[in-house]
């Protein structure tokens, strides 16, 4: 399943981050987005802890089941061991994380979860893939441009990197000419005010804009 998850990454590019959605929403929202192209979705953790690891573990169970291989599920904002037991209990196939931790990562694996741990500088980058990273989530990138990506990548053109932080359906032509592979994108994707006025329709042209750029022949 992890080659899977790694090779649908690769093929369909981005990865829908939801963060804050309301869980009667949860399955609206992400069937949308479905219509809209998207293949794998990120439910993000609370790190204030406004909403417990277990309910976010609950948001990522119900939209795996609900999916059941038609989209892949997987959480983020992941800062701890704990949460990714409990991101595979639940049905998570992928970890994402802002930073770069060598105990998150290997408990990762050993969960044979797919690990995408964030980083910035060529150390970081090479410190994640060395402790065991699928890919490496460059954030927050639009802070540097995808001219700082080519810099980076041309000697590290062998870890695979995903753009994420300020991703729009404007720009990310440029960062794939400078050498990612994929994006995380989050409220640009999955608009508050569509989704608070039950817009699914909005939401599905919206994901169709991101993916016909990815989509290009």
Known sequence: MKKNVIESIQKH???????????????????????????????????????????????????????????????????????VRLTQKAGGLFIISPNTDEDVIRKTNKCSLVSIPGALTPSEIVAAHKYGADFVKLFPITNLGPDYVKAVKAPISHIKLLAVG???????????????CGFGVGSNITNKKMIAEND???????????TKVVNKP
Do not use: C
Request: glycine fraction near 12%.
């Open 13 to 83: 590019q981005i990865i829908a981050i939801l963060r804050g959605i309301p869980e009667d929403k949860l399955i609206s929202v992400a069937e949308a987005l479905y219509e809209g192209g998207i293949r794998l979705l990120e439910v993000t953790y609370s790190a204030n802890g406004k909403v417990s690891d277990e309910e976010t573990a609950g948001y990522i169970k119900k939209l795996a089941e609900h999916f059941d291989g038609r989209m892949f599920i997987g959480a983020g904002t992941v800062l701890t061991e704990k949460q």
């Open 166 to 180: 300020g991703i729009d359906e404007k720009n990310m032509e440029t960062y794939l000419a400078a050498g990612v």
């Open 200 to 210: 699914w329709v909005g939401i599905t042209n919206l994901a169709k804009e991101y």
